[in-house]
């Protein structure tokens, strides 16, 4: 099972906003199969403005940042077919344009799971269901990636 990683958990990895959720996060991406993450690469362009514009941080450390978390896991691009379904999932559903990009990104990747604590826990689309990891109980699908029984 695959799954993409919105900016909101890997900005709580980072160690931005909350040190409970960030160890939360670490120990969570720490049992991700390899293989099976996702990163979007609109997720790493949020992340480096969250990083520098809100954490203060400076862009060449944010740059080595996100080469960091390109080097870990897998990153997709925004192709004209990713772009063009997330303007329809933006209009139908009223999503923000770069949220709708990321979860069009999860499922023309064949991603099942996309982890956010943003967007609407349990919403699916396109084959691809949002779960919020500090959810508790936590979500089935999240368990199963995990090897939870």
């Not at 799954?3 to 958990?9: E, F, G, S, W």
């Not at 909350?18 to 160890?23: P, S, V």
């Not at 996060?25 to 099976?36: G, H, S």
Request: glycine residues 6%; hydrophobic residues 50%; charged residues 20%.
């Amino acid at each position: 099972m695959k799954v993409a990683i919105d900016p909101n958990v890997l900005a709580y990895a980072e160690g931005v906003n909350n040190a409970e959720k960030r160890d939360v996060v670490i120990e969570l991406l720490r049992n991700v199969p390899r293989e099976a993450a996702v990163i979007p690469v609109q997720v790493l362009g949020e992340l480096f403005n969250v990083l520098v514009r809100k954490a203060g941080r400076h862009s060449q450390e944010a740059r080595d940042k996100l080469l960091s978390w390109s080097d870990a896991f897998a990153v997709a691009g925004t192709t004209p077919e990713v772009m063009m379904k997330a303007v329809d999932l933006a209009a139908a559903h009223r999503f923000g344009i770069w949220d709708a990009v990321i979860l069009s990104t999860a499922s023309q990747t064949g991603c099942r799971l996309l982890l956010s604590e943003d967007l609407q826990d349990g919403f699916t689309w396109g084959g691809v269901t949002v779960v919020n990891p500090f959810a508790s109980p936590r979500h089935a699908l999240l368990d199963a990636l995990l090897g939870a029984e």
